[in-house]
């Protein structure tokens, strides 16, 4: 429990829009094992374009995230050892304008479905926005620092949640970014080769439809599950490479240090599924794309 809050107090600190304002495509896929509890593994991709008005700004967002969920303690007849299709596909748009001085108001709303397709519905669908202020400094070290309030799948269920993000370059080799869903500091040796110390969280809250069950350990039987609620929390380090054309390869890995799977059972109540703390690694890339 005093890990999970000591990371909430951290994760909390930020923005529900991204910092990374960039034309840009990239993708990812992350593994999680665990040979005696549960592995997940996770496909994402992601879409960014800003418009530059006459004094604001439009962030348009488009990205989607599969998952494959085994636990591989569970030998059944019946389809509960693996999930498969869990998927959330996100689209939005930020809007930014001037205030007064270096501040700026913002305004983002990003709805989700959340959903493994197995009798989709409205209640797949899921709101989420923020609301908030935003001050820029310039200088050798510029900075950002963003608050407001937001509603959104932070860490599994939809919640309003204060938010307070700020990122900072210290010089032209350091640079850090207290934010959601990533908290990093960054080392760049040169303009092709950086490294990160990251701390981030990976959830996901969704309704479960189809013939998918999930063993009860305390009934020693089998459930048919109704929802599914995720939560991981990580550390590691990123290291990313910058081409000359643009490309970054990147590759993170390290320590998933808290882990929550609870399932709904369509008769009513939650099981926690056995969800070990395990090492993870990511491997993607990002195009910035110029235009």
């Known amino acids: 429990m005093f890990k999970l809050f000591a990371a909430l107090l951290l994760l909390v600190t930020g923005a529900a829009y991204t910092q990374e304002i960039t034309n840009s495509f990239k993708y990812d896929y992350t593994a999680m094992h665990n040979s005696g509890s549960t592995s997940v593994t996770r496909h994402f991709a992601e879409f960014n374009f800003t418009q530059h008005l ?19 303690a569970l030998i ?13 596909i996100k689209a939005g748009i930020t809007y930014m304008f001037p205030l007064s001085g270096n501040w700026k108001g913002v305004a983002s709303f990003t709805p989700e479905v959340n959903t493994n397709f197995e009798g989709t519905s409205i209640k797949d669908l899921y709101p989420a926005f923020f609301v908030g202020v935003s001050k820029t400094t310039s200088g050798e070290s510029p900075s950002t620092l963003t608050v407001g309030v937001g509603y959104k799948g932070y860490f599994g269920k939809f919640r309003f949640m204060p938010v307070i993000n700020y ?20 080392y760049k040796f040169n303009t092709k080769h950086t490294l990160k110390s990251v701390v981030f969280a990976d959830a996901i809250y969704t309704r479960i439809g189809g013939e998918d069950y ?30 000359a054309d643009d490309w970054i390869a990147t590759i993170k890995g390290g320590y998933s240090f808290y882990n929550s799977l609870t399932v709904s059972k369509q008769t009513g109540g939650d099981t926690n599924v056995n969800f070990n703390n395990s090492l993870y690694i990511s491997i993607g890339f990002k195009y910035n794309l110029n235009f």
């Open 54 to 72: 006459q004094n604001s700004s439009l962030l348009y967002t488009a990205g989607v995230s599969n998952y494959t969920i085994q636990n591989n």
């Open 76 to 88: 059944t007849p019946f389809n509960s050892s693996t999930l498969e299709g869990v998927t959330s």
């Open 167 to 186: 990122s900072k370059k210290v010089n032209e080799k350091i640079s850090y970014n207290l934010g959601i869903p990533a908290t990093e500091f960054a």
């Open 214 to 243: 999930i063993f009860d350990a305390l009934q020693n039987t089998d459930v048919k599950i109704s929802k599914l609620e995720m939560l991981s929390l990580n550390a590691g380090l990123e290291y990313n490479y910058l081409s």
